[in-house]
């Protein structure tokens, strides 16, 4: 089974970054890896994912101001938030699942390894 560990949330205001980091163990060479979301009293949206052939996906919400990265030696999985803004504020996750999912949450939510979940708070 996979673990996940994420950390880099915080409080930032509007137009500033942050960089979001999750460390992974366990057998996920199989596994895209992607980034969740959920703002307070609403569901989980996806953010962005990573294949282990490079390729990446974007919801239109943060498509280039968003960037997904992984370091495959450090088996680590990043992104880096840029131009942020208030509406980006939720519980950020990090998700271990079966590629083909590609960003369908309530298949990853059902059947993916997820963290526990990081704070991003973007103030105006």
């Known amino acids: 089974e996979v673990q996940l560990l994420e950390c880099g949330g915080g409080l930032v205001q509007a137009g500033g970054s942050l960089r ?9 060479d199989d ?3 992607g980034w969740f979301r959920q703002a307070p009293g609403k569901g989980y949206e996806a953010v962005s994912c990573i294949r282990r052939d490079g390729s990446t996906s ?3 919400s ?7 990265s992984i370091d ?3 088996n680590a999985v990043f992104l880096q938030m840029n131009s942020l803004k208030p509406e980006d504020t939720a519980v950020y996750y990090c998700a271990a699942y079966p590629a083909y999912f590609d960003l369908d ?3 990853i939510t059902d059947f993916g390894s997820w963290g526990q979940g990081t704070q991003v708070t973007v103030s105006s």
Do not use: D, E, H, P
């Open 58 to 60: 974007y919801s239109n």
């Open 31 to 33: 596994y895209a890896m």
């Open 20 to 28: 979001l980091s999750c460390a992974a163990s366990g057998g996920w």
């Open 72 to 74: 495959n030696a450090k």
């Open 62 to 68: 943060v498509k280039g101001r968003f960037t997904i």
């Open 105 to 107: 949450v309530s298949k």
